[in-house]
């Protein structure tokens, strides 16, 4: 089946089985492999990204349902320079990965908070990214980039 | 894991996607959010022969007010309930849902015709008496919440229907707690308080395999006890199950505890 689409910016044309999920799509099918896929089943949150700037789990939409909409993935946060997004200028200084597996889908969930909120508490932030599993951070590190791009006080290491 | 193969409809219209379940021949499953249906299908506990994605059906996004109640259309997302002002209620409910990505995804329509006994919608459904607006075959049906939940994950809803809108009454008071162990997670035992036309209504969810009324609890209130009293009576009515997540005994307390709360943050049953 045809689904026409664009992914960061860019436009996709895509012939895939109805069953390919958008997350299979964007690894396989668009060599965008940024996207990571840890649990299959809409639990771990690392295959996030935004579709039509909202955050959804890609592994939870089939690439089909994508027709007509802008999906950002990871690799559509730097500049076309190169040039780190804030968050992930952040992620780096503040040590928020470690083996970097769930990083992708915090990204993507910090970008879509710090849309909708600029200024969020850490409190905020740590309930808007309860639905993201990281296994090596125990989260504070992350929390702690998040913030500092926000705004919040965050504690000298 | 990935899903069975299947056939993918993606109609235009509620009758298009009536045509296409019909054709299905009772092998076919509605496509809304996909928040629990495609975990299924990824783990193939369903393997249906044909989805029929009705993600694309226009008209059915809106929320309204329809005079003492709001009505609320299948496909309105949880993110857009949990934003809107016309039923604080549901706007409350809806913010316990999930996390953000599976907010924007996830439809009213869908959580109802899931029938998670322990997720946030069926609870105020029933709370509220809320009324299902269900196309079928036969043209349109109207059935009370309370009628549609019939087991965990089961509902009265034939193979060939789709619900299409949900009217829930607007509470005078209300009050909603749910207690998880995780932000985000389903409830352990969510109870959820809705005074309609001056009768008090009593929902719990998570504690058995539907969202259920808690009549005990309801009868105890009218007949002049405090919110404890109501909340006491409600427990013992119930008969809990255990899972890896808590014990019978322990959801019972819990249960206890939460409808008291809510009895409280609705003002009702004095101070608790």
């Known amino acids: ?157 | 894991m990935k899903c069975a193969p299947f056939e993918y409809v993606r109609p235009a219209s509620v009758a298009d996607a009536m045509a296409a379940l019909a054709e299905a021949d009772g092998d076919g499953k509605v496509l809304a959010g996909g928040q629990s249906l495609v975990p299924l299908l990824a783990l193939r506990l369903a393997r249906p022969a044909v989805l029929v994605d009705v993600n694309r059906v226009p008209g059915l996004d809106a929320v309204a007010r329809d005079g003492d109640a709001v009505q609320v259309g299948a496909l309105v997302r949880h993110a857009a309930l949990a934003g809107q002002t016309l039923h604080p209620l549901i706007a409350e409910a809806a913010r316990w849902i999930g996390h953000a990505a599976i907010r924007t995804r996830g439809t009213a329509g869908g959580s109802l015709a899931h029938a998670d006994p322990a997720a946030e919608l069926p609870a105020v459904a029933v709370a509220t008496g809320a009324t299902v607006t269900v196309a079928g075959p036969d043209g349109e049906r109207t059935v009370a919440a309370e009628d549609l939940f019939v087991g965990a994950l089961v509902t009265s809803l034939g193979d060939a229907e789709l619900i299409t809108g949900v009217r829930f009454p607007l509470p005078d008071r209300w009050g909603f707690v749910e207690f998880a162990r995780r932000h985000g997670d389903f409830a352990l035992v969510t109870a959820v308080v809705a005074e309609v036309g001056g009768e008090v209504r009593i929902a719990v969810g998570g504690v058995g395999s539907v969202p259920a009324r808690a009549v005990a609890g309801e009868r105890t209130l009218a007949e002049g006890g405090t919110a404890a009293d109501a909340a006491a009576a409600a427990g013992d009515a119930l008969e809990p199950t255990g899972d890896l997540h808590g014990s019978p005994r322990y959801r019972r307390a819990l249960a206890v505890e939460m409808v008291r709360r809510a009895l409280v943050r609705a003002g009702i049953g004095g101070p608790g």
Do not use: W
């Open chain 1, 1 to 157: 089946m045809k689904v026409d689409f664009r992914v960061n910016g860019e436009r996709v044309e895509l012939d895939v089985e109805p069953r390919r999920t958008l997350a299979d799509a964007l690894r396989e099918d668009c060599g965008l492999t940024g996207t990571h896929l840890g649990c299959e089943h809409g639990v771990c949150g690392a295959c996030t990204v935004l579709v039509d700037d909202q955050p959804v789990r890609a592994c939870l939409m089939f690439a089909v349902q994508a027709e007509g909409t802008a999906v950002t993935t990871v690799e559509g946060l730097a500049g076309p320079d190169g040039r780190l997004h804030p968050l992930q200028e952040a992620f780096v200084a503040h040590h928020g990965l470690q083996c970097g597996f769930c990083t992708p889908g915090m990204l993507i969930s910090a970008l879509h908070l710090l849309a909708t909120d600029p200024g969020p508490s850490r409190e905020k932030i740590r309930e808007e990214l309860a639905g993201n599993i990281c296994r090596c951070t125990g989260y504070g590190t992350i929390v702690d980039a998040v913030a500092a791009v926000a705004g919040s006080p965050v504690p000298e290491p």
